[in-house]
């Protein structure tokens, strides 16, 4: 294996511990998105909860995606407490304006991790989360999508019924 200019396949020690707190922060994702699918299972909402479920499945699939990398460039993972979400919701536009602000603590997050891949001039590291950083144009356009929908139900509880009916198709 060519290992020229100092590119030595294991992680450096910031970069590894960069890319541990990012799975991290993916398993509490899907722990959040799952606490989101109980709010909507609680009312009913089967569609919503359906959908959120299956977001919570992305970010395991997130998790596990850093974790290959991580075993790829021959490091150690290390699997740290995930926090439990509290999150109080009164409406599924609540909901969807919080997986929001979260998307986007997760882009800010993807980002240091990048530049700390930058400074220690690791290329693969880079180019492995650009592919994260580009998928969370979707992931806060999803939500955003989201929430105006919602903002166009506002309290009209039918619309909402109907609406998460059509999600369950
Ligand atoms: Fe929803 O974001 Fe993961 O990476």
């Known amino acids: 294996m060519f290992m020229g200019f100092g590119g030595d396949i294991m992680l450096k020690d910031n970069v590894l511990k960069a890319l541990n707190l ?27 909860e359906k959908l959120m479920k299956k977001q ?18 021959n490091s150690q993972v290390s699997l740290e407490t995930v926090e439990a979400p509290h999150f109080s919701f009164s409406s599924a536009f609540e909901v969807f304006e919080t997986a929001l602000e979260h998307e986007k603590n997760i882009t800010k997050s993807l980002s240091l991790a990048l530049e700390t891949a930058e400074v220690q001039r690791d290329y693969m590291t880079q180019s492995f989360l650009q592919g994260y950083i580009d998928e969370q144009v979707e992931e806060e356009s999803f939500f955003s999508s989201f929430i105006k929908k919602c903002a166009l139900i506002k ?3 039918l619309s909402l019924i109907v609406f998460d009916n059509m999600l369950t198709e």
């Open 155 to 157: 309290e009209d509880q």
């Open 56 to 73: 919570a499945q992305e970010e395991i699939e997130h998790a596990s995606g850093l974790v290959d990398y991580i075993y790829n460039r």
């Open 22 to 48: 990012q799975v991290n922060r993916e398993f509490y994702s899907s722990y959040a998105y799952f606490s989101m699918a109980l709010y909507f299972k609680d009312k009913g909402l089967k569609g919503l």
